[in-house]
Nanobody, 115 residues
Framework: QVQLVESGGGLVQPGGSLTLSCTAS????????MGWYRQGPGEQRELVGS???????NLADPVKGRFTISRNNAKSTVYLQMNSLRPEDTGVYYC?????????WGQGTQVTVSS
C-alpha cells in the first residue's frame, strides 16, 4: 500500500523558515513527479510546486524566490524549503506523487505563520 508521510509543519513567525519533508513508500519513487500543494482556511487546494523525475522543479508565482523544492531519490523523500514565510502561507500542506494514471496524496501537515 502506498503511503506518503509529511513532516516538518508547525507554527512560525512571519519571516521565519520551515522545511517540510515527505517520505514515500512507493515502488520506483525516482520515476514519479512529486508535488506540494496547500489549502488555506476556506480556500481551494492549490499547487505550490513540483519536481519531475529528472529533477526539474517548478514553483507557483506566490512562492518563487522564497521556497525551494528538492528530492532525494535514495531516501524516497521530497522536500519543501520555505523561507521568508508570510501569514498568507498558512494552511495544510499536502504531498503528492504522480505517474501516469497513478496519483497519491499524503495526509497533510499544518503550517501556521503568525506572530
Amino acid at each position: 500500500q502506498v503511503q506518503l508521510v509529511e513532516s516538518g509543519g508547525g507554527l512560525v513567525q512571519p519571516g521565519g523558515s520551515l522545511t517540510l519533508s515527505c517520505t514515500a513508500s512507493v515502488n520506483f519513487f525516482w520515476t514519479m513527479t512529486m508535488g506540494w500543494y496547500r489549502q488555506g482556511p476556506g480556500e481551494q487546494r492549490e499547487l505550490v510546486g513540483s519536481i519531475s523525475s529528472t529533477g526539474s522543479a517548478n514553483l507557483a508565482d506566490p512562492v518563487k524566490g522564497r521556497f525551494t523544492i528538492s528530492r532525494n531519490n535514495a531516501k524516497s523523500t521530497v522536500y519543501l524549503q520555505m523561507n521568508s514565510l508570510r501569514p498568507e502561507d498558512t494552511g495544510v500542506y499536502y504531498c503528492n506523487a504522480k505517474r501516469g494514471s497513478l496519483n497519491y496524496w499524503g495526509q497533510g501537515t499544518q503550517v501556521t505563520v503568525s506572530s
